[in-house]
Structures are given as C-alpha cells and as structure tokens.
C-alpha cells in the first residue's frame, strides 16, 4: 500500500472545498433568481387583484343604478316622459308651442 503524501491531501482537501463552494454558489444564484421571478409575479397578482376589486366595486355600483332605474321605469311619470318625448302625446288641455321654421 502506498501512501500518498500529507501536501497532496491537503490540495485534494482544497480542491474539494473549492468544488463544494462553487456549487453552493450556483446553487445561491439560482434561487436568488427565481426568487426575483416570484416576486414580480406577487408583485403583478396583486396589482391585478386590486384591478378586479375595483371593477367588482364598479359594477356593484352599476348593479344598483340598474336596479333604481328599473324602479323608475315603472312609474307613471316615466311612462308620460316616454309618451311626450318618443310618441308626443300630450295631456289632455296642454299647449305646446314650436318654433317657426326658417326658410
């Protein structure tokens, strides 16, 4: 058997460690990456989140005017606007009065 010398463990040792710190180097910089990565993707969900939270908001509000305007629209007086602007009908002893043409 023969031995190998003290000074070449130590460069084995060496290179070894060098090896070793160059992976967990690597290893460092990829997750360093995506960990970048997955933040700009947080970043942009929560901006889309408050997007839609705002367009849920919206369209609330929308839903409500509907539901208003459809409480109008069966009432009487939408009923006469309607008559009196689309069909020009008007009540019974009511004088309207138009501007002459000009020629």
């Known amino acids: ?13 060496k290179f070894g460690c ?7 180097a690597m290893l460092l910089a990829v997750v360093s990456i995506d960990g970048m990565r997955l933040q700009d993707k947080y970043n942009t969900y929560l901006a889309r989140e408050e997007e839609l939270t705002r367009e849920i908001e919206s369209e609330k509000n929308r839903t409500e005017e ?18 009196e602007s689309k069909l020009g009908l008007v009540h019974d002893g009511e ?5 002459d043409e000009e020629k």
Do not use: D, G, H
């Open 1 to 13: 058997m023969s031995k190998t010398p003290a000074f070449r463990k130590k460069k084995q040792n």
């Open 18 to 24: 060098f090896c070793i710190a160059i992976v967990v």
């Open 66 to 83: 509907l539901k208003e305007y459809e409480k109008y629209t069966k009432t009487k007086k939408f009923a006469e606007e309607i008559a």
């Open 95 to 99: 004088v309207i009065f138009k501007p």
